[in-house]
């Protein structure tokens, strides 16, 4: 892939946290999760789709929260506990871009906002490796689950998601 270049916020966070990590090159119109999976034959169970969730009502806060492509993120009882608040939702494409500078598809835990909490469901920590987006639509980070622990500002939760209808991210 030609023009290639992961990024800066990215890239820092990886080497500043000492993350064994891969970086795995795809065609941008693969960047979907379900899409990467079929076209790069990697089962949904090892991916991760980071969700940023927007409260509803009073000031807006945004959160940030990993869990596998196969489950389905608990935003009505478990995200809104975790943020004190009590309705969520999914950040529009617009607002994720805007508070984490990532398009859909290419979203990541690793350089985010410094102030933007980051939830993980704790089943990922044990797989051998999860792919998880890194922060533009033209390559993956494959990781080891236990890496993650390394990220200063992560919390791993119980029951952040369940395994009924995947999320369409």
Same mark, same amino acid.
């Given at each position: 892939m030609i023009g290639y270049n992961l990024d800066q916020k990215v890239l820092s966070v990886l080497r500043s946290c000492k993350i064994d990590h891969e970086i795995v090159l795809i065609d941008p119109a693969y960047a979907d999760t379900r899409e990467f999976c079929n076209k790069y034959n990697y089962n949904l169970e090892n991916s991760g789709n980071t969700i940023i969730v927007a409260s509803k009502r009073g000031p807006k806060k945004?959160? /940030?929260?990993?869990?596998? @492509? #196969?489950?389905?993120?608990? *935003?009505?009882? *478990?995200?809104?506990?975790? $943020?004190?608040?009590?309705? @969520? !939702?999914? @950040?529009?494409?617009?607002?994720? %871009?805007?508070?984490?500078? $990532?398009?859909?598809?290419?979203?990541?835990?690793?350089?985010?906002? !410094?102030? $933007?909490?980051v939830y993980a469901d704790e089943r990922i920590k044990v797989l051998n490796y999860v792919i998880l987006g890194s922060g533009d639509?033209?390559?993956?980070?494959?990781? /080891?689950?236990?890496?993650?622990? %390394?990220?200063? #500002?992560?919390?791993?939760?119980?029951?952040? !998601? #369940?395994?009924?209808e995947p999320n369409k991210r």
């Open positions: 945004y959160t /940030a929260c990993l869990v596998q @492509a #196969n489950t389905r993120l608990d *935003v009505n009882k *478990v995200v809104t506990r975790l $943020m004190g608040i009590k309705r @969520a !939702s999914f @950040a529009s494409e617009d607002e994720t %871009k805007e508070h984490t500078g $990532m398009l859909i598809g290419g979203v990541t835990i690793f350089g985010l906002p !410094s102030d $933007m909490p639509r033209s390559s993956k980070i494959k990781v /080891a689950g236990s890496e993650l622990a %390394k990220l200063p #500002n992560i919390e791993f939760i119980s029951g952040l !998601s #369940n395994s009924n």
